[in-house]
């Protein structure tokens, strides 16, 4: 069989253009390690962190559960689509907004998540550098060329470090956990914001969401690999709510301990606790940095290398390794200093697409998506109408969730849409 000779292969076929044949697709387990891995992150727990910080501890995590369970019916939808069809993102995209339309949708998303990769290998550097004194410059370029080097190698170098990076995630947070409460405050449901001008509870629950609104709408190149559409949804549980909203509550407990001396703009990084209690805690933190948010970097840039490879009609690997460059030079700019507008930002343009994705493909156009054309304005349309709703509301309604918002605008108008072209008597096709 040629799936017992691929297993022992390191660098297996990626299908970067065509469907993933059926012999060719994995475990739930191993489809399921990818998505574990990668929200179980330092970075979710520095969003935790800022939510409960400006929310407190029991309306935090609340707005935390229902982030990610928003974040499941969206990824877990577009998840079973892709494990159906084995298609990847761009594939999928071509579908719904065109065959000249998904160059915008595809290079959009493929460059942000080229950013997310940046944002990443600037986070390495500056925790080794505010943690451990280690050189900032380095440490980043370290970090740069491991996680290169992982995604190049393919989907599964990911399903690996997802198997080691969620339990060592497990573990260290324990011990930060332990530590913090030790020296801090131990009533932790008791804790409450301490500042000023508190987010509102919406706002929290759309910076939940749009902490992967970008590799959730594009979970395709991961989910793909399924053996089915039901394994392919059953691994984004792992996801979403398990593994990241674990991850935002490990910072949001560290939050309420007290120990972070100014949680509203740091958030729950906990590595400052861990620092300075001997040698081998230092070891394991120092692995943790690079493991953990090597997880979300290797994800990200796994995103970026198919969709830029499809739009390229290139390979994978040889274009992992050109934005894989480009995005070290942006790291080592200092991406990571704007990471709260990079989030605000996915929170109002990117949960549409998702949405409109989800009604094309899999309620108003289930037996026609096969028809190609190059353009689809309807799906246009209504990602540009959802967008604006979305960012009306991101400055004049603060309190509501703008993710919340995008998502269902986009799926009333599309099907509103849908209705109305059809009635004109426009063929299905072109819609």
């Known amino acids: 069989m040629s799936t017992s000779i691929d297993e022992k292969k390191l660098l297996d076929p990626e299908f970067e253009h065509t469907p993933v044949p059926k012999e060719y697709r994995k475990k739930l387990s191993s489809v399921a390690a990818v998505w574990f891995g990668f929200p179980m992150v330092l970075t979710s727990a520095v969003i935790g962190g800022l939510i409960t910080a400006q929310l407190g501890f029991k309306a935090g995590a609340l707005a935390m559960l229902l982030g990610n369970l928003l974040l499941f019916i969206m990824v877990g939808l577009l998840s079973y689509d892709a494990g159906r069809s084995g298609l990847n993102f761009s594939l999928t995209a071509q579908k719904t907004f065109g065959r000249s339309g998904y160059y915008i949708i595809s290079g959009l998303l493929s460059t942000v998540v080229i950013g997310w990769f940046a944002l990443q290998v600037g986070l390495t550097g500056a925790t080794m550098h505010g943690s451990f004194g280690a050189s900032l410059l380095l440490m980043t370029i370290i970090g740069g060329v491991l996680y290169v080097t992982v995604t190049y190698i393919g989907i599964k170098a990911l399903s690996i470090l997802g198997w080691i990076a969620a339990p060592f995630y497990i ?47 594009m979970t395709a190149d991961f989910t793909r690999w399924a053996k089915n559409g039901r394994e392919g949804a059953l691994s984004t549980i792992f996801a979403f709510p398990i593994g990241n909203f674990i991850a935002e509550l490990v910072g949001g407990i560290i939050v309420a301990t007290g120990v972070i001396p100014n949680p509203a703009s740091t958030g729950g990084d906990f590595m400052s606790v861990l620092a300075g209690h001997g040698p081998l805690l230092t070891i394991l933190s120092i692995l943790f940095v690079f493991i953990n948010l090597g997880s979300v970097g290797t994800h990200c840039l796994y995103n970026g290398a198919v969709g830029w490879s499809h739009m390229t009609g290139k390979k994978m690997r040889p274009i992992t390794l050109i934005i894989g460059v480009i995005g070290l030079i942006v790291a080592v700019s200092g991406i990571y200093n704007h990471f ?32 190609l054309v190059n353009w689809r304005p309807l799906a246009f349309v209504v990602w540009i109408l959802s967008s604006a709703i979305a960012l009306y509301c991101n400055f004049y309604a603060p309190h509501l969730s703008v993710a919340f918002v995008g998502l269902v605008s986009a799926a009333i108008f599309y099907g509103i849409g849908s209705m109305l072209v059809k009635r004109s008597g426009t063929k299905p096709g072109m819609i």
């Open 340 to 371: 709260f507008n990079w989030l605000v930002l996915l929170g109002v343009i990117i949960p549409p697409i998702g949405a409109i994705i989800i009604m094309d493909r899999l309620v108003l156009r289930k037996n026609d998506s096969e028809n």
């Open 171 to 217: 573990l260290i947070a324990i011990i930060a956990i332990v530590m913090a409460m030790k020296t801090g405050n131990s009533d932790i449901l008791g804790y409450h914001p301490h500042v000023s001008n508190a987010m509102s509870f919406g706002a929290a629950v759309t910076l939940v969401f749009a902490g992967f609104a970008d590799s959730g709408t």
